[in-house]
T-cell receptor
Framework: GENVEQHPSTLSVQEGDSAVIKCTYS??????FPWYKQELGKRPQLIID?????GEKKDQRIAVTLNKTAKHFSLHITETQPEDSAVYFC?????????????FGPGTRLSVLP | DVKVTQSSRYLVKRTGEKVFLECVQD?????MFWYRQDPGLGLRLIYF???????EKGDIPEGYSVSREKKERFSLILESASTNQTSMYLC??????????????FGPGTRLTVL
């Protein structure tokens, strides 16, 4: 079955710097890759996603890139702010016809230091 | 605005008790999911359901069962709670299939402690 790895497990950056979180997946049939942000004590919420027919997607300070050949995708946060501090989860859909069933990575705890 | 609610935020039970966790969504979603969240392990799928009375095992179904009698409600049942089931439990829902809306919406979570 699908396996999703995520690195690093923890990441500390200075406010204003960039942060990059990387994920790899094993099932070449996966076609949808969401990223969720979970602030302390709150529920996970979708921040950005990308489909397999797109190589890059950007939304203000966050962007996601996808390399289907290498089966990896990354989250990029520029000009980090203290409110970006959270746990970030990547996920990959299972199979080509089950876009709503995901396998999640173990998470990255991002700390933005003022 | 999508709303996914869970019956309790915190729950303390004793070993061997039967435990019910309930989840309700108001967006007419077909899919509903139960995850377990543990530090360093991410979100692991216990069970999911894509229709009333339908259920599918996820990655870690042992020790759990589920019930979906109504489209908006999905229950997770621990038949005989054990200490290794102490965890945060998250419910989620989504559309069965959409070319646009693939997002899973999560509930606030139930932190279960089994003594």
């Amino acid at each position: 079955g699908e396996n999703v790895e995520q690195h690093p497990s923890t990441l500390s950056v200075q406010e204003g710097d960039s942060a990059v979180i990387k994920c790899t997946y094993s099932d070449s049939a996966s076609n949808y890759f969401p990223w969720y942000k979970q602030e302390l004590g709150k529920r996970p919420q979708l921040i950005i996603d990308i489909r397999s027919n797109v190589g890059e997607k950007k939304d203000q300070r966050i962007a996601v890139t996808l390399n289907k050949t290498a089966k990896h995708f990354s989250l990029h946060i520029t000009e980090t702010q203290p409110e970006d501090s959270a746990v970030y989860f990547c996920a990959a859909s299972i199979g080509p016809n089950y876009g709503q069933n995901f396998v999640f990575g173990p998470g990255t705890r991002l700390s933005v230091l003022p | 605005d999508v709303k996914v609610t869970q019956s309790s935020r915190y729950l303390v039970k004793r070993t061997g008790e039967k435990v019910f966790l309930e989840c309700v969504q108001d967006m007419d979603h077909e899919n509903m999911f139960w995850y377990r969240q543990d530090p360093g392990l991410g979100l692991r799928l216990i069970y999911f359901s894509y229709d009333v009375k339908m259920k599918e095992k996820g990655d870690i179904p042992e020790g759990y069962s589920v019930s979906r009698e109504k489209k908006e409600r999905f229950s997770l049942i621990l038949e005989s709670a054990s200490t290794n089931q102490t965890s945060m439990y998250l419910c989620a829902s989504s559309f069965l299939w959409s070319s646009v809306h693939n997002e899973q919406f999560f509930g606030p979570g139930t932190r279960l402690t089994v003594l």
